[in-house]
């Protein structure tokens, strides 16, 4: 038997379906996860994703238990990602959490998956007001704590900078996810221009990566011999240098305006494109300008996973919220009250 209260979280936003169980002490006793991976030179499909989900739930929760060392009578909460997501994938999410919780009389709660992200950050890194830079495929957002909630100080006008790099990468015939082989491509390339949009805030990706594979398909129409070929995979690296040289550029831009603003002195990346060192190396050397401090949020903890939900449901329950059995597809950040700051 458990001293403390224990959450159980589930993912299921995108492509990943997570399970996490917390304690109230904050010790992640399981942190379960199954990913959906596209067929070859696709990207995500809602419908197959949600399918994906729901052949995975069972498997995945018995794995979370069987890691955690506890029964579903040991969970004291059942919480699942209630939004912004696919809403297929996070119906799958909340069929699985709805009957879990009514099997084992639970109570349910629902989680902004941009909060959980910060959340967990906050809880694994120690810091305690940082501006997030919170970049995956889907979303790019810079946000803080103001005023009772955590609000959106920028954001990206169209696609996130993940599915941006994975677009460009589909394009040039690098397998999904391409954020890390562009990485790995980039290497110390040269510099070719690309467009830098900034607008006020917010952030706009499309046109930057339609520009890129412009110039890609211009300099491969040149020709297929070998010396060609050679050059073709010179200028590729060149460009995935370019590409990560100027959004990066863009994110750190931002998040240092953030900061400004709000007079913060912390800064806190997470997100799957988290992982990305150029871009953790970017904001570290803004911060250090700023005598602000930098953390990047572990990688069991940056991408998609259930312990971020089980920790927020947890915060969130403690402090009072109740949940509607409903999925938010487009939940807004600043549309969430955080009593429990
Ligand atoms: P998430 O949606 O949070 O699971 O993150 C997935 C996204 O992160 C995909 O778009 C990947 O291409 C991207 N990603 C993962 N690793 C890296 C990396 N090292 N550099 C850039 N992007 C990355
Ligand atoms: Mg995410």
Redesign the pocket.
């Known amino acids: 038997m458990l001293n403390q209260k224990t959450c159980l979280g589930i993912e299921s936003t995108?492509?990943?379906f997570g399970i996490g169980i917390m304690d109230s002490d904050g010790k992640c006793l399981a942190n379960a996860t199954d990913m959906y991976r596209p067929r070859e030179g696709w990207g995500i499909h809602p419908m197959e994703a949600s399918e994906h989900h729901k052949k995975v739930c069972d498997d995945v929760l018995q794995k979370a238990l069987a890691d955690a060392g506890v029964s579903m009578r040991d969970i004291d909460i059942i919480a699942f990602s209630q939004g912004p997501g696919l809403p297929p994938c996070l119906h799958a999410g909340l069929n699985f959490a709805g009957k879990l919780a009514e099997k084992n009389k639970k109570p349910l709660v629902g989680v902004n998956h941009c909060i959980a992200h910060i959340e967990i950050g906050r809880l694994t890194t120690g810091l305690d007001d940082p501006v997030t830079l919170y970049?995956?495929?889907?979303?790019t957002q810079v946000l803080a704590f103001v005023s009772g909630r955590y609000r959106c100080f920028g954001e990206t006008q169209d696609i996130?900078?993940?599915?941006a790099?994975?677009k460009f990468?589909r394009g040039v015939g690098l397998e999904?996810?391409?954020?890390?082989k562009?990485?790995k491509m980039a290497g110390k390339g040269r510099y070719i221009e690309l467009p830098y949009v900034v607008k006020g805030m917010d952030l706009s990706f499309s046109g930057i990566v339609t520009e890129a594979l412009k110039k890609y398909t211009m300099h491969q129409s040149r020709g297929n011999s070998d010396s060609l070929k050679q050059s073709n995979k010179a200028f590729l690296s060149d460009l995935c240098f370019s590409l990560?040289e100027t959004l990066f550029a863009m994110l750190t831009e931002v998040t240092e305006r953030a900061m400004a603003h709000t007079g913060k002195n912390q800064a806190l990346l997470t997100?799957?494109?988290a992982?990305?060192?150029r871009?953790q190396e970017m904001l570290d050397i803004m911060c250090r300008e700023r005598d602000a401090k930098f953390r990047v949020v572990d990688r069991a903890y940056?991408?998609?996973n259930g312990a971020m939900i089980a920790w927020t449901g947890m915060l969130a329950f403690d402090s009072g919220i109740k949940t509607k059995k409903e999925i938010l597809p487009r939940q807004r950040t600043d549309g969430v009250e955080v009593r429990w700051i």
């Open positions: 995108a492509h990943s970049v995956s495929g889907a979303n996130g900078i993940g599915n790099l994975d990468g999904f996810p391409a954020g890390p562009i990485e990560q997100g799957g494109v992982a990305n060192s871009l940056s991408g998609d």
